[in-house]
């Protein structure tokens, strides 16, 4: 036995040492130390591309933005090479992507990524490394309380109370319920989105159940719980296939007249298809002028390129482009030799960046949290697709 | 025997302390965060090594241990308790442990792949219950901190180096304790454990104490090295391929552990660099598992047995048998040592034992004989505590054993052995015998009972050794506890005929030597008739006849019962 | 609560036909197979791709089953080449690494988005009193009673059920016999897989599909298998719709929150325990 743990810590140390080269990522690039004009820019992005929820077209719509720029000589002629990484939704994974961007492949800010957890694991890490992230979807709790991070989106706290608003006051739903699926520690977040509703309306939620969770299959019974206690509206905040199941489940019981009201992770082309009849109660919240509307002039731009790449059109995909766009527009009012520090320096004293993309300007500055986009429109299956319900923003009043 | 001691624990602890120096002065950051995350892995392993490893129970619920580790350092960093992380970490090993013993009470009364579906049901309602309930500290953006000592991700690692080795080292002085032995006993046999003085229930819950306290432990050192950890650390699945992984490498050895965390960890990194799908990783750990299962060996254990090999253990000899030296004649003693009163078992309407007395002289042996199914076994199971339903009484040398269990009969000095084989194959003979002894023993006691009952060289492992050699085996352990009474259930079962004659003799010698009684419950009536003072027989639960073997085996009902009523009759 | 109880009969239904094929699996192959559900999650993945790619529902149906009956018997071969002599732990350690493998495989061979399921049972069937009762409930119901009364009566009136019987208790005697029991074997694990398979296509397209939930829907229906001992069929039918509807009762109850979920594991433990209480011993003698 004595012998065995020798072989097998030679083994693990020789494994580590193959790794190490297997990967040819020894050698560590500090931050713009040394970078020289012609070295590319390095943008990294960590992204939920595959485990429990997938969100893979957000750095697909950043990188062709990147491509893009690079296509027309790039910034000040250095081109920019974006680093897109999986983190599974796996916080270890996580973790361990982000030293990989910023120790590794010396990477000078970070944009357009979708995770489910990398604001929360790493916001501290960014604040400490002196690395800023525009997040292109920020989903978990995280990306909206960090110094280091500013998402373009809604997020899904700020969206549920967006959500909550529309029902109750444009609307006029006045029996509401919210049945939350609770993955990671999201369910204060929630809660905190619940409470600055009726903080707005000065309304209560009939019910407000944060108890379901990712396991959770079967949805049947809280829908009948719903019915019963007479709810006119709920809701839900699961992603597409939760809200598909959600739905159908509903449509099974055969119930009618109940508002669902669903987050943008269900604003999709296959979630409209899914819903097939059962779609005429749903509504969706759009974090961004909505992309289904082909005749909207605000998304012309994106809509072309994102058909030119091939990247399907997704609210996610809005995100991605609507950060990479920001973090161009940043880099090339940089004057002088852009790195890290330069790049958060410039996001410091950024101004509100406006945009028919989104109802309330961008925003990055000093602040300690960040959560600049505030307003939402909403739409509904129409016919096999959906359709725009809210020609105008609705933007959430302070309170 | 000479390169082993060269490489002996203490040189192998300063090895491994070199080997974390070198590493941590030459590897990149980023390479030692992931050495990190392999270390948080191999601690997590090691503790599932004690359950399933040694212990043999199918534990799926290691992340759940973790989790709570994790959540107690959490909820230390939230409160801002003194001490710091290094002392969070240890107190999350510690709170583990009563999750482990909760645990380890179900698997007093289930077993195997009952066990295994309870562990993971509760792993699934962890899973629930942490998702539910959230890390503290999650939502209010407050990462674990680190202590300025071990700040950077370079000193992380050696801290969760040195933790490991610590707990390697905790884990290699605890496995020559009893309970080490005991794990690995209970294994192959919970009754022969009990028997041999271990309470069972102890040794479990110690065996799942520890998986959780290095559970804990791990899920605290990733928490300090990731600073937010969420649900989606522990998941369910997770704990799958830990056991998976454990039985590949094997964890219940330090080198298994740390290989085990390698893989999990550099595997998929591998992968990753190379731009394939990190899935694979775990269908290779699947297809390694399996591949482990077919051989039988996990690969720690597959290069124990290429080194022991190596080191050519000279094989069996054949057992020596003395010329019979002159007859001893067996002599019964005087004063009571073992006294059994009234003694009855029955099994529904079923009388298995009915009303049996039977006294034990001290320094005797004496036969307890009976045809098949005439209640000698039970008779054993009853007064060794197997059965609790059995009424009547146990005096032991004054003492009434009466509603004790069985561990607490033996270590009173009351000793069995079992007519199947039930010695732990896992175990080298000298380390069954220490086991158990029940005491500490000297080298050279071992050497001397391995002469008096011809066991061969002590280092041998009991897998190498013959049915016969581990029968006697057996008996040397349990004489090695000097019991005051021993019953022997058919010893001389797998003897050839001459090395039962030769045990006979060596029986007759047991009194005197360590002044033990022994009841040996046998067929072979020449054997009985040599080494007995006396006899008692049984038939239908019921004793039919006692006293000195001549006259008692000639009695009529005695001939009947072994023969049946027409040769007795004839 | 009434409501919330026969809601929960879909997954009870689902659960007791899972915890059946697990019981088989442990009564006549000496496994409890892990991997029951993951195998399952193969041809209902299999027929979504084929679905989705335009082949008729009721065809793309036929090949998941025979896909994922395909994959079981491979599974079920391997067993039997490999671990014939081996205990039931071991055999189920193997089904562990199955899993586990299993779930990889299925990541890199469909992606690992979760899928929409297509199927046909979406409406109600009927309401009784103000509750309704879905197709999907009904058929799962059905489902878990008639294979609890084919497999019972299969197994104690047919040729085949007696020699698996006697496979089961005595392998080495019943291949002197001239019994095939590798090949009954591997007919086993085909069965169960298809068996899988079918309940996973009608509870899937209206519940959270993504592999893993599904895959792990096997931890339920072991809690079934365990009510039933993983010897009694009706035993394990039972727990598994009890099961369910024990679930979807309590989603009514809104004190236990999110810890509803814990409620069956304990009431399982309890069962367990006090059902092998008499179990101080691990061998008879």
Redesign the interface.
């Known amino acids: 036995m004595r012998k065995i743990s020798k072989g097998l810590a030679a083994g693990a140390v020789a494994l580590l040492a193959v790794s190490v080269t297997a990967c040819g990522s020894g050698e560590t690039k500090g931050s713009g130390g040394g970078a020289t004009s012609a070295d590319p820019i390095v943008v990294g992005a960590i992204s939920s591309l595959s485990g429990p929820a997938a969100f893979p077209e957000a750095s697909q719509a950043a990188k062709a933005v990147f491509d893009r720029v690079n296509a027309a000589g790039g910034i000040n002629g250095r081109k920019i090479s974006y680093v897109s990484v999986d983190d599974k939704g796996d916080p270890s994974t996580a973790a361990q992507v982000s030293r990989d961007l910023i120790q590794n492949k010396g990477a000078v800010a970070l944009a357009g990524g979708a995770s489910l957890l990398d604001c929360q694991v790493n916001g501290a890490f960014y604040s400490q490394s002196g690395i800023s992230s525009i997040s292109g979807t920020g989903i978990d709790p995280g990306c909206f309380t960090s110094p280091a991070i500013s998402p373009v989106n809604t997020g899904p706290f700020l969206g549920t109370t967006v959500s909550l608003y529309h029902a109750s006051e444009v609307l006029k739903i006045d029996k509401l319920c919210g049945f939350f699926v609770i993955l990671g520690g999201t369910s204060e977040a929630y809660k905190g989105a619940v409470d600055q509703w009726s903080k707005i309306t000065g309304k209560q939620l009939l019910i407000n159940d944060r108890s379901l969770s990712g396991n959770t299959t079967d949805y049947t019974p809280y829908i009948l719980r719903a019915r019963d206690a007479g709810c006119k509206g709920v809701v839900f905040n699961g992603t597409e296939p939760m809200s598909v199941g959600w739905v159908k489940a509903a449509q099974a019981q055969g119930i009618t007249g109940i508002k669902w009201l669903v987050l943008t992770s269900t604003y999709t082309d296959a979630a409209v298809k899914a819903f097939g009849d059962a779609g005429k109660d749903v509504v969706a919240l759009s974090e961004f002028e909505p992309y289904s509307d082909a005749s909207s002039t605000a998304t012309k731009d994106w809509r072309e390129l994102m058909t030119q790449s091939k990247v399907p059109l997704t609210s996610f995909a809005q995100g991605g482009y609507q950060a990479a766009t920001n973090l161009v527009t940043v880099l090339k009012g940089i004057k002088g030799d852009i790195t890290r520090e330069s790049v958060t320096a410039a996001l410091k004293a950024l101004q509100p960046i406006e945009s028919g993309m989104v109802g309330t300007p961008y925003t990055f500055g000093p602040e300690q949290a960040h959560a600049s986009n505030r307003a939402a429109k909403f739409v509904q299956p129409d016919n096999g697709s959906w359709k725009v319900m809210t020609p105008d923003w609705i933007r959430l009043p302070n309170a | 025997m000479r390169r082993v001691e060269a490489t002996g624990p203490a040189a192998q602890l300063v090895g491994a302390l070199a080997v974390i120096a070198v590493l941590a002065a030459v590897v990149p950051q980023y390479w030692l965060f992931l050495g990190t995350s392999a270390l948080v892995a191999a601690i997590s392993l090691s503790g599932l090594g004690v359950v399933t490893g040694r212990a043999g129970m199918i534990s799926l619920c290691q992340m759940s241990f973790m989790a709570l580790g994790a959540w107690v350092v959490c909820e230390l960093n939230v409160l801002g308790a003194p001490g710091g992380l290094i002392v969070w970490v240890l107190v999350g090993g510690l709170a583990a442990v009563p999750l482990g013993v909760l645990l380890g009470l179900p698997a007093l009364r289930l077993r195997g792949v009952h066990l295994a579906v309870v562990t993971l049901g509760f792993a699934a309602a962890a899973d629930v219950i942490i998702a539910a309930a959230g890390f503290p500290g999650a939502t209010t953006f407050q990462p674990v901190l680190r202590p300025s000592l071990i700040a950077g991700d370079t000193a992380y690692f050696v801290f969760a180096a040195l933790v490991f080795v610590a707990g390697a080292v905790a884990m290699r002085l605890l496995g020559r304790t009893r309970y080490g032995t005991a794990w690995r006993a209970l294994r192959f046999s919970e009754r022969a454990t009990a028997a041999a003085g271990m309470s069972v229930p102890r040794a479990k819950l110690a065996a799942f104490a520890l998986s959780a306290f290095f559970g804990g432990l791990a899920g605290g050192v990733l928490s300090g090295q990731i600073g937010v950890v969420t649900a989606q650390n522990f998941d369910t699945i997770d704990s799958l391929i830990l056991l998976v992984v454990a039985v590949m490498a094997g964890s219940e050895y330090a080198g298994g552990a740390i290989a085990g965390g390698v893989l999990m960890v550099f595997v998929p990194e591998i992968f990753r660099g190379l731009g394939i799908p990190q899935d694979w990783g775990s269908l290779v750990f699947a297809v390694g598992a399996v591949q482990t299962l077919t051989t039988g060996l996990s690969m720690s254990e597959d290069l124990v047995r290429r080194f022991r090999r190596r080191r050519a253990v000279p094989a069996q000899a054949p057992r020596r048998t003395d010329e019979p030296g002159p007859a001893v004649t067996p002599v019964k003693g005087e004063r009571p040592v073992l006294v059994v009163e009234g003694l009855s078992v029955a099994y529904g309407r079923i009388t298995a034992l009915a009303e049996v007395d039977l006294v034990v002289p001290e320094r005797t042996v004496m036969g307890l004989i009976g045809p098949n199914g005439a209640g000698k076994s039970t008779f054993t199971d009853a007064v060794t505590g197997f059965i609790p339903g059995a009424t009547g009484s146990v005096t032991l040398d004054g003492r009434k054993l009466d509603g004790l269990p069985v561990h607490r009969r033996a270590a009173a000095g009351l000793r069995r052995t079992f007519q199947q084989d039930r010695v732990p194959p896992g175990l080298t003979v000298a380390g069954f015998l220490r086991f158990s002894a029940h005491r500490r023993v000297s080298a050279a006691e071992l050497e001397e009972m391995a002469d008096f009952l011809n066991l061969g060289t002590l280092e041998r492992h009991v897998s190498e050794l013959d049915v016969g050699s581990r029968r006697l085996l057996e008996v040397a352990g349990a004489l090695l506890s000097r019991p005051k009474v021993i019953i022997l259930d058919e010893p001389a079962a797998g003897l050839a005929h001459a090395e039962s004659m030769e045990l006979a003799e060596r029986l007759t010698e047991v009194p005197g030597r360590f002044g033990t009684s022994v009841l040996l419950i046998e067929h072979d009536l020449e054997m009985v008739r040599r080494a007995c003072a006396e006899v008692v027989v049984l038939d239908f639960g019921q004793v039919i006849a006692a006293g000195p073997p001549a006259t008692t085996l000639a009695r009529p009902e005695v001939a009947r019962a072994y023969l049946g009523d027409e040769v007795a009759l004839a | 609560m009434l409501?919330?109880a026969i809601?929960?009969l879909?997954?009870g239904g689902a659960y007791a036909v899972l915890g059946l094929c697990l019981t088989l699996m442990?009564r006549l192959g000496r496994v409890?197979n892990?991997a029951q559900a993951a195998i399952g999650v193969v041809g209902v993945y299999t027929m979504s791709v084929l679905a989705d790619g335009g082949m008729p529902y009721a065809l793309a149906v036929l090949v998941g089953l025979a896909g994922s009956a395909l994959v079981a018997a491979a599974l079920g071969y391997?067993m039997g080449r490999?671990?014939a002599e081996?205990g039931?732990?071991?055999r189920?350690?193997?089904a562990?690494?199955?899993?586990?493998?299993?779930?990889?495989?299925e990541?890199?061979a469909f992606g690992?988005?979760?899928?929409?399921i297509p199927g046909v049972?979406?409406?109600?069937l009927t309401?009784v009193g103000g509750v309704?009762i879905?197709?999907?409930a009904a058929v799962c119901v059905a489902a878990a009673v008639l294979i609890t009364a084919g497999v019972s009566v299969f197994l104690a009136r047919t040729a085949v059920g007696l020699r698996l019987r006697a496979l089961s208790q005595r392998p080495t005697t019943a291949e002197l016999m001239g019994i095939p029991s590798r090949r009954l074997g591997v007919g086993l694990w085909a069965v169960t897989g298809l068996l899988a398979t079918a309940v996973l296509l009608v509870?899937a397209?209206?519940?959270?599909?993504?592999q893993?939930?599904?895959g792990?829907?096997v931890?339920p229906a072991?809690?079934a298998?365990?009510v039933g001992g993983?010897r009694s069929l009706i035993g394990t039918a039972v727990g598994g719709l009890a099961l369910g509807a024990l679930?979807?009762?309590?989603?009514?109850v809104?004190q236990?929150?999110?810890?509803?979920?814990?409620v069956p594991?304990?009431a399982?433990?309890a069962i367990?325990?006090w059902s092998?209480?008499g179990?101080?011993?691990?061998?008879a003698?």
Not at chain 3, 96 to 105: D, R
Not at chain 3, 112 to 116: A, G, N, S
Not at chain 3, 205 to 210: I, K, M, V, Y
Not at chain 3, 256 to 262: A, H, K, S, W
């Open positions: 409501e919330g809601a929960g879909t997954a442990y409890v892990l391997m490999w671990f081996a039931t732990d071991q189920s350690a193997i562990i690494a199955y899993l586990v493998g299993l779930l990889a495989a990541y890199l690992t988005d979760p899928r929409q049972l979406s409406g109600p309401t309704t879905t197709q999907a509870v397209p209206q519940q959270n599909s993504d893993l939930s599904l792990l829907m931890i072991c809690a298998a365990l993983f679930q979807g009762a309590l989603a009514h809104s236990l929150q999110e810890f509803r979920d814990v594991f304990v399982i433990l367990l325990l092998q209480r179990e101080v011993w691990d061998a003698r």
